[in-house]
């Protein structure tokens, strides 16, 4: 009997284990500062996903535009998560060292934000009017499975 136990909590623990799946889910920035985001829940295209966070990156290219100073630039993204370091970005061009006109570039991979990912809206905003290219940010996940609703595509009518 003790063997029947033991073995049907085997089988379930491997088929929990089974089911989680390591997934990016990235956010593509807008093609312009000056906008601001409200999400409905967190994992992009892939529907809403829970799970933990284990690596953040983020990648900035941004370009000033008419005579805006990249010191101007600013960028927030408040990351849907519990038990992290931290559970917001904020980057001003001032705090990265930015000045004047031109191409300006930030780049950061780390796990400050590693942590439960927690149900609900969040938000981003970018301003500083100039023009952003190949820009985001992107979330290395433990995914717990996706609810069945989300895991095949619509048809079209």
Do not use: C
């Not at 312009?32 to 829940?41: D, I, L, Q």
Request: avoid cysteine; charged fraction near 15%; charge should be negative.
């Amino acid at each position: 009997m003790l063997l029947r136990f033991a073995l049907a909590g085997s089988l379930a623990l491997a088929a929990s284990v089974a089911s989680a799946e390591i997934v990016t889910i990235r956010y593509n920035f807008p093609s312009r500062a000056g906008v601001a985001f409200t999400y409905g829940y967190f994992g992009a295209d892939r529907g809403p996903t829970t799970g933990t966070i284990l690596s953040t990156t983020l990648v900035v290219n941004y370009t000033t535009t008419d005579d805006l100073d990249a010191a101007d630039f600013y960028l927030t993204f408040d990351v849907p998560v519990t038990g992290a370091q931290q559970e917001h970005i904020g980057l001003t061009g001032t705090d990265l060292g930015w000045s004047g006109l031109g191409t300006f570039e930030y780049s950061f991979t780390n796990d400050l934000y590693n942590g439960t990912i927690r149900e609900g809206r969040f938000g981003a905003e970018f301003n500083g009017q100039g023009t952003l290219t190949d820009s985001y940010v992107e979330f290395v996940v433990d995914a717990d499975p996706i609810d069945p609703i989300y895991a095949d595509s619509f048809e079209e009518l």
